[in-house]
């Protein structure tokens, strides 16, 4: 589903109006589903709160049935929902029912109807004729799935119609489809698009007969939504927030966050703490000391994002970590060894303290094998615990960059300095 410029401009006029269920009533009914489905989530289920049900029937009228189930999905009310889809007509309600069975998170969730399924037999006419009869009752043209005793045996193109004599089967001009068992989430689609690109995937029961397709553009929107879910969760933000949230509403999503994240600072402080005496006698150590935990914090992150992209491609789980793991630390290492020469150059040249170079060189080795060790090993294991490997990793892996970062910066320079 594309949006038009008409429908780029009315969102806009949404956005920034103070009235917005008016500015939306002023929309042609035909263009508000599509509308409201690419607006913010908060605008969103604001509009559709103030709307008259009968109102959310008609724009339903111009949508598909896997837009429609998109739509209802946004209604908190589940007596309100209910009352909407049987006051719709017999065929949308009967599509719309069966979508909203499934997870929407899942490909049967995601899933559109907007196929025919034709068997190997058939001639390029029947073909030809079974798409008017689906074009007449849907207004869309459909994707074509051949079939061979019940199950998917292939595609067959649209501008093959116009290739091909009408007498002709299809059975030599079939062409291979990707396809998904219905209950795979987000991001086995993602993973199989990427792997086989492909204009839809077909989704399958479990005795492989075919229920949906789920099409390039939805594929595309899956794959924006990841990476903007990839962000909040570095970020520690809740995924259910939206940029137009009141500032109480972020506040709830937030402070918990901040709360954990606070004590994890109390934690560094307090290894920082044991170390009073020395940071007394050589006070050039505080200068150096947010230069170590940074640098081992962006080194822990930089680790994270490589194995959070891989566990989510299926391209490496617990059983074959070992390597990649090994492979981080030795980065790591040798990142550490870069770094640390130069700060080692500058604390001995500027400063003229070759020991403190030496510690300071010393301590960011370290500190950068840890954040890689701590950067694959957290994501992984909260992967095998059932976890979203990029939710909250991050504070895990800065606390241990921190506290051990600041514990072997602070002991060497005690050893050595004091």
Same mark, same amino acid.
């Given at each position: 589903m594309h949006k038009s410029t008409a429908e780029k401009n009315h969102i806009h006029e949404i956005m920034i109006a103070t009235d917005k269920i008016k500015v939306f009533r002023d929309i042609p009914v035909n263009e508000q589903g599509f509308v409201l489905l690419n607006i913010s989530k908060t605008i969103r289920e604001r509009i559709i709160n103030k709307l008259k049900s009968i109102e959310i029937i008609n724009l339903m009228h111009y949508l598909d049935p896997d837009d429609s189930t998109d739509l209802l999905q946004n209604i908190k009310s589940e007596r309100r929902r209910n009352n909407i889809i049987e006051k719709l007509s017999a065929d949308i309600k009967d599509k719309v029912e069966y979508l909203l069975k499934f997870d929407p998170a899942s490909a049967a969730g995601i899933m559109s109807l907007d196929y025919i399924e034709v068997s190997c037999e058939t001639t390029f006419h029947e073909v030809a004729k079974i798409i008017r009869k689906h074009e007449v009752r849907t207004g869309k043209l459909p994707a074509i799935?051949?079939? =061979?005793?019940?199950?998917? =045996?292939?595609? %067959? $193109?649209?501008?093959?119609?116009? %290739? &091909?004599p009408k007498e002709e089967d299809v059975s030599k001009h079939i062409r291979k489809i990707p396809a998904i068992q219905y209950n795979q989430g987000e991001s086995d689609i993602i993973s199989l698009f990427k792997k086989n690109p492909h204009t839809k995937i077909v989704v399958l029961d479990e005795d492989r007969s075919i229920m949906g397709v789920i099409y390039s553009d939805d594929i595309l929107k899956l794959i924006q939504k990841q990476t903007s879910n @990839? *962000?909040?969760?570095? !970020?520690?933000?809740? #995924? +259910? +927030?939206?940029?137009?949230?009141? !500032?109480? @509403?972020?506040?709830? &999503? #937030?402070?918990?966050? *901040?709360?954990?994240? $606070?004590g994890t600072a109390f934690l560094a402080a307090s290894v920082i703490g044991l170390f009073s005496d020395t940071l007394t006698a050589v006070i050039l150590l505080a200068a150096y000391m947010p230069i170590v935990a940074g640098m081992g914090g962006n080194a822990g992150t930089q680790a994270m994002a490589v194995i959070v992209r891989g566990l989510t491609l299926k391209e490496i789980e617990l059983k074959t970590s070992k390597r990649v793991i090994l492979n981080e630390m030795v980065a790591g290492c040798i990142n550490g060894a870069i770094t640390g020469l *130069?700060? !080692? *150059?500058? !604390? @001995?040249?500027?400063?003229?303290?070759?020991? $403190?170079? $030496?510690?300071?060189g010393a301590a960011m080795v370290f500190n950068l094998v840890i954040a890689g060790l701590f950067g694959a090993l957290v994501p992984v294991l909260m992967k095998q615990f059932g976890k979203d490997p990029a939710t909250s990793a991050t504070i895990f892996i800065t606390t241990a960059t921190d506290v051990l970062g600041f514990l072997v910066f602070l002991g060497l320079a005690t050893i050595v300095l004091v």
């Amino acid at each position: 589903m594309h949006k038009s410029t008409a429908e780029k401009n009315h969102i806009h006029e949404i956005m920034i109006a103070t009235d917005k269920i008016k500015v939306f009533r002023d929309i042609p009914v035909n263009e508000q589903g599509f509308v409201l489905l690419n607006i913010s989530k908060t605008i969103r289920e604001r509009i559709i709160n103030k709307l008259k049900s009968i109102e959310i029937i008609n724009l339903m009228h111009y949508l598909d049935p896997d837009d429609s189930t998109d739509l209802l999905q946004n209604i908190k009310s589940e007596r309100r929902r209910n009352n909407i889809i049987e006051k719709l007509s017999a065929d949308i309600k009967d599509k719309v029912e069966y979508l909203l069975k499934f997870d929407p998170a899942s490909a049967a969730g995601i899933m559109s109807l907007d196929y025919i399924e034709v068997s190997c037999e058939t001639t390029f006419h029947e073909v030809a004729k079974i798409i008017r009869k689906h074009e007449v009752r849907t207004g869309k043209l459909p994707a074509i799935l051949v079939v =061979h005793e019940g199950l998917l =045996h292939g595609e %067959l $193109l649209m501008h093959d119609l116009g %290739l &091909y004599p009408k007498e002709e089967d299809v059975s030599k001009h079939i062409r291979k489809i990707p396809a998904i068992q219905y209950n795979q989430g987000e991001s086995d689609i993602i993973s199989l698009f990427k792997k086989n690109p492909h204009t839809k995937i077909v989704v399958l029961d479990e005795d492989r007969s075919i229920m949906g397709v789920i099409y390039s553009d939805d594929i595309l929107k899956l794959i924006q939504k990841q990476t903007s879910n @990839t *962000l909040y969760d570095f !970020a520690g933000v809740s #995924r +259910e +927030e939206d940029v137009l949230d009141s !500032a109480l @509403t972020k506040v709830k &999503y #937030r402070y918990k966050w *901040l709360i954990l994240n $606070l004590g994890t600072a109390f934690l560094a402080a307090s290894v920082i703490g044991l170390f009073s005496d020395t940071l007394t006698a050589v006070i050039l150590l505080a200068a150096y000391m947010p230069i170590v935990a940074g640098m081992g914090g962006n080194a822990g992150t930089q680790a994270m994002a490589v194995i959070v992209r891989g566990l989510t491609l299926k391209e490496i789980e617990l059983k074959t970590s070992k390597r990649v793991i090994l492979n981080e630390m030795v980065a790591g290492c040798i990142n550490g060894a870069i770094t640390g020469l *130069l700060v !080692a *150059l500058i !604390a @001995t040249f500027v400063n003229k303290s070759p020991m $403190l170079g $030496l510690v300071v060189g010393a301590a960011m080795v370290f500190n950068l094998v840890i954040a890689g060790l701590f950067g694959a090993l957290v994501p992984v294991l909260m992967k095998q615990f059932g976890k979203d490997p990029a939710t909250s990793a991050t504070i895990f892996i800065t606390t241990a960059t921190d506290v051990l970062g600041f514990l072997v910066f602070l002991g060497l320079a005690t050893i050595v300095l004091v």
